[in-house]
Nanobody, 125 residues
Framework: QLQLVESGGGLIQPGGSLRLSCAISRVTGDYYAIGWFRQAPGKEREAISCMSSKGGGALIYLDSVKGRFSISLDNAKNTLLLQLHDLKPEDAGVYYC?????????????????WGQGIQVTVSS
């Protein structure tokens, strides 16, 4: 079954940048939707952005990251990237990539069948 492994998190100062990667392996089906979610302590998991392996643009769900975060999918390398700029303390949390096969993007976490283990992003001076 499809596997996802995130990397690239860590501690970053406010205003800094990070790049998160999600390695995608054992892809099944004709196409898949893949996106980034995040979860802060005591809060629900929220959708950030999603793309389809069929192409097309990214869907950005979280207004607070528009203009600061960007998602990209390299189909040749089976890697999903999330570039984070101008990070704020409220961006801190565990970031997850998630996927669903032969279906389009969804903002609802429960609609995704495959999840990475999550990676911590801490924004602090």
């Amino acid at each position: 079954q499809l596997q996802l492994v995130e990397s690239g998190g860590g501690l970053i100062q406010p205003g800094g940048s990070l790049r998160l990667s999600c390695a995608i392996s054992r892809v099944t089906g004709d196409y898949y939707a893949i996106g980034w979610f995040r979860q802060a302590p005591g809060k629900e998991r929220e959708a950030i952005s999603c793309m389809s392996s069929k192409g097309g643009g990214a869907l950005i769900y979280l207004d607070s990251v528009k203009g600061r975060f960007s998602i990209s999918l390299d189909n040749a390398k089976n890697t999903l990237l999330l570039q984070l700029h101008d990070l704020k303390p409220e961006d801190a949390g565990v970031y997850y990539c998630a996927s669903r096969v032969n279906m389009g993007c969804s903002e609802r976490a429960q609609m995704y069948d495959y999840w990475g283990q999550g990676i911590q992003v801490t924004v602090s001076s």
